[in-house]
């Protein structure tokens, strides 16, 4: 299908068309925190202010809380009830494509290692509209981590900033469909087309934070050891945990049971592998130094991660830069990994 435009000032008209079949979530200030939220069917003005949301998306696919399952006690033992499917249509617009890389990635947690029926439900009932950055943060450095700041590939309709008007490339079948059920829209031209060209190379080059990953598995593999490095680099963390919670890659999640006269409902809720208790077992906690802790959040995205799936678990989003408290910065870890020629058996 050919790309398609769209004037800016009609961009309500256009969410409010899929409102009607989708819950449309675009950015939006929620107590004054960027993030994704239900669109009231009227305000726009995210088109001025946004760069990215402070919540990852991921928070509409893995919410910060949910209920997995209630279940009752009684003389026969325990009952299951389960919730209902979870047939809820989203709509999430303005996505970056950073953030919608960081779905592809947890993609491969949550359905090819394992497949988890909440986390799917949502994903596949769910669109991705992407919006490209024309304005990125200084701590972004999405380039380094094979993300365009304007790419389509994890979405299923791209929008890029053409003047007073959006370019729309339809990716995926479901943006297709999306873009075949519209109205008010128009075939894009030649000159529309290379606008949009100038837009993408003007966007990449804003990226100036670079971070060079060759060969950082055999690095951290060589270095795992190293404590004095770890312990240094672990130093001014504080273990507030936001640098995980926050990214829209890691996943780490708590369960937890609530029971109260024979009722009870089990949940599922958002954890850090910053945290000093997470691994906390009966006889040990194996990371209970904070070095350790530190040491598992850059190896997961940076070491088994690309062993186990063969790709790096970090988009590049700078949200653990711009959010950390002390300015722990991750591109300035990773730079400073020892070279080193053994490797860890
Ligand atoms: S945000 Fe900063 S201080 Fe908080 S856990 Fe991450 S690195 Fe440590
Ligand atoms: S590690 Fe940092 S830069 Fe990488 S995806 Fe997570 S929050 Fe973004």
């Known amino acids: 299908m050919a790309n398609k435009k769209v004037n800016k000032k009609d961009i309500a008209k256009l969410l409010n068309q899929w409102r009607q079949q989708f819950t449309v979530l675009a950015p939006s200030k929620e107590n004054g925190v960027a993030q994704m939220a239900e669109w ?6 995210f088109l001025d202010w946004y760069r990215n949301t402070v919540i990852p998306p991921k928070a509409s696919f893995l919410p910060p809380m949910e209920e997995m399952f209630r279940f009752q006690k009684d003389k026969e033992g325990y009952h299951i009830e389960l919730p209902p499917t979870n047939e809820h249509k989203q ?15 947890l993609d491969m947690t949550f359905e090819e290692a394992y497949q988890d029926p909440y986390y799917l439900s949502r994903r596949k009932n769910a669109v991705l509209v992407g919006l490209g950055c024309t304005n990125p943060c200084e701590s972004c450095f999405c380039t380094s981590m094979g993300v365009s700041p304007t790419e389509s590939t994890n979405v299923d ?7 007073d008007q959006f370019l729309i490339e339809v990716v995926t079948d479901k943006g297709k469909e999306l873009i075949a059920k519209a109205s008010g829209l128009k075939e894009a031209t030649k000159d529309d087309e290379a606008k949009a060209k100038e837009t993408k190379e003007t966007s990449y080059n804003k990226i100036t934070r670079k971070l060079d990953t ?7 593999q060589a270095s795992f050891d190293d404590e004095g490095f770890w312990e240094q680099t672990a130093a001014k963390c504080i ?13 780490c999640f708590d369960i937890n049971d609530e029971l109260v006269r024979g009722e009870g409902t089990r949940f599922r809720s958002w954890d850090s592998c910053g945290f000093p208790v997470y691994t906390k077992m009966p006889m040990e906690n194996p990371r209970l130094e904070k070095w350790r802790r530190v040491r598992q959040k850059v190896c997961h995205k940076f070491e088994f991660y690309p062993m186990t799936f063969n790709v790096i678990a970090c988009t ?23 070279v080193k020629t053994g490797v860890r058996k």
């Open 91 to 105: 709509l999430i617009f303005g996505i970056r494509p950073c953030d919608a890389r960081a779905m592809t990635i």
């Open 316 to 338: 590049g989003c700078g949200r653990c830069i711009r959010l950390c408290p002390v300015n722990w910065d991750i591109t300035q870890v990773l730079e400073s990994v020892p």
């Open 214 to 220: 060759e060969g950082i598995v055999d690095k951290l």
């Open 239 to 251: 273990s507030c945990g936001i640098c995980t919670l926050l990214c829209p890659t890691c996943y």
């Open 40 to 45: 009231d069917g009227k305000d726009t003005s």
């Open 157 to 163: 309709l791209m929008l890029t900033d053409i003047g």
